[in-house]
Every structure is written in structure tokens, then in C-alpha cells.
């Protein structure tokens, strides 16, 4: 889906997201995301520097860097969050005129493309699918909920309420 934002909607910018995961082959410091140690992260915890972070069950962090807002800002461009639920509740209350997407994949959708990636262990895929099965009750506090049973589809029902949202701010 972010992918297809980005291809369709010019004015959006990916915020990269902060990350206490090891980095995977071929990922690059801030393009991918921003590593940081545990330390690292705690600290810019402290000093304030996250818009929102979620902990994860089996104990990486992820986060967006109020840094990254501001940067996207500052070049003319509207920030695009790639945010697990909670930050995206957060974000939805911290962040006046903010639009939330809940991207509902079916369980055996989300796992065979999880196994297909081939990234996590067997473990960490049961974790992942027994999150998102509890994340779903949590749909309806969304904005907009658009089941990714077709990737196409599902892109193209993303961007047109964008597309809608961004109207609506000019």
C-alpha cells in the first residue's frame, strides 16, 4: 500500500521509521529505516524526539522521529506513516486533521505472504499472526478500513481516500 501511495499521490513522503531491529541485507540507514541500538532509542525516548513507538512482543521497537515530520514539511511534502495500530491511535489523537487507514489482510492472506518474504522465523510468523488477529478488533477506531484481500484493489481504495483527504485540506 505504501509503495502505492507514493507511486500515486506526488505530494506524499514516506517518514522513515526508527527501528531497535537488526538491520536485514540490503537495508540502508535512513532509507529503510533509522537502527538504532536499545540505548540509542531510550534516549531519544527521554529527550522527547518520537512522535509515537510501539514495543513489539518480542521486544523490538519501532517509532517515527518527529525529525522526520519536520523534515518532509520543510522540503513541501505531506508525511505518509507506515505505523503499527497503536501508533496509529496515537497519532490519530496527538495529530488534529489526521486520517487513519486500517488495512485488514485475511490471516491465511497474511501468512502465506509472510512466509513467502521469508524474513522471520516460524515463531516470530505465529506471533505476527496472532497480532494481527487481536488488532482487528480494533478496526473500528480507524478512519477508513480497506481489506487488502487484492493488492491492486485495496491500493487503489487507499489512494482515492488520500486523494479525497488532501482535497479536503486545501
Not at 513522503?13 to 529503510?32: I, Q
Not at 522465523?121 to 478512519?143: C, H, Y
Request: aromatic share 6%; net charge negative; with cysteine.
Amino acid at each position: 500500500m505504501v509503495q502505492a501511495l507514493l507511486a500515486r499521490v506526488p505530494c506524499l513522503r514516506l517518514a522513515v521509521s526508527a527501528t531497535t531491529r537488526k538491520r536485514r541485507p540490503g537495508e540502508v540507514d535512513g532509507v529503510h529505516y533509522w537502527f538504532l541500538s536499545d540505548e540509542q532509542f531510550d534516549e531519544r525516548l527521554a529527550a522527547g524526539d518520537f512522535l509515537e513507538y510501539h514495543e513489539f512482543p518480542w521486544g523490538q521497537r519501532s517509532g517515527t522521529l518527529l525529525s522526520e515530520l519536520d523534515r518532509i514539511v520543510a522540503e513541501g511534502y505531506v508525511p505518509l506513516l507506515e505505523l503499527e495500530l497503536n501508533g496509529s491511535l496515537a497519532v490519530k489523537e496527538r495529530v488534529p486533521g489526521s486520517t487513519t487507514i486500517f488495512i485488514d489482510a485475511p490471516l491465511p492472506e497474511l501468512e502465506r505472504r509472510l512466509r513467502a518474504r521469508a524474513t522471520e522465523s516460524a515463531g516470530e510468523i505465529e506471533e505476527r499472526i496472532a497480532l494481527a488477529a487481536q488488532q482487528r478488533r480494533l478496526a473500528a477506531e480507524f478512519d477508513v478500513v480497506v481489506e487488502n484481500d487484492d493488492r491492486e484493489r485495496a491500493a487503489e481504495a487507499c489512494v482515492a481516500v488520500v486523494e479525497r483527504e488532501l482535497a479536503a485540506c486545501r
